[in-house]
């Protein structure tokens, strides 16, 4: 268990290596665990989207938000959360909107962020902030050139 999409990373023990050493298993799932293999198929919590979180307002939801998540990965048997997605919602139409924790206010989600962060590291799951500079277009990510001004960039995406 514990093998979403995203794969794993076995840490082989090496020669002289400390004991105690883990594997690493990841899954992309910042709303929850996402089962996509066996044996979690159809397993997991939906919970709802972190723009929902953000629409609060309030650390204390973003942190019992990370803590719920963590429990469940813990119960799956999962280490890494890839998430949560932490980009400026600049345009609503541009498919990641609903996966954001930031909403369009840069120090909301510096708030939110930390406690659901906090939290997920709280219980022994390691968190993955994801989008987090520029990355908020989905349509034809692959091949989008942003360019974004140094004032914008630490204003708006990069706040203190």
Request: proline share 7%; net charge negative.
């Amino acid at each position: 268990g514990g093998m979403g999409y995203a794969g794993y990373i076995r840490i082989p023990r090496a020669e002289g290596a400390e004991p105690g050493t883990m594997r690493l298993t990841m899954n992309d799932g910042p709303q929850g665990y996402n089962g996509y293999t066996d044996p979690t198929v159809g397993k997991g919590t939906q919970f709802p989207d972190l723009v929902a979180v953000a629409a609060s307002f309030d650390p204390k939801v973003a942190s019992a938000f990370g803590k719920a998540i963590a429990e469940e990965f813990r119960n799956k048997s999962c280490n890494v959360l890839l998430g949560p997605d932490v980009e400026v919602v600049r345009v609503p139409a541009a498919g990641r909107s609903f996966e954001s924790l930031t909403g369009e206010d840069p120090f909301l989600g510096s708030v939110l962020g930390a406690a659901y962060v906090g939290e997920v590291h709280r219980h022994g799951i390691i968190a993955t902030a994801k989008h987090w500079l520029d990355n908020e277009q989905e349509k034809h990510r692959q091949e989008l050139d942003v360019t974004v001004g140094s004032r914008a960039q630490h204003e708006i995406y990069m706040p203190p």
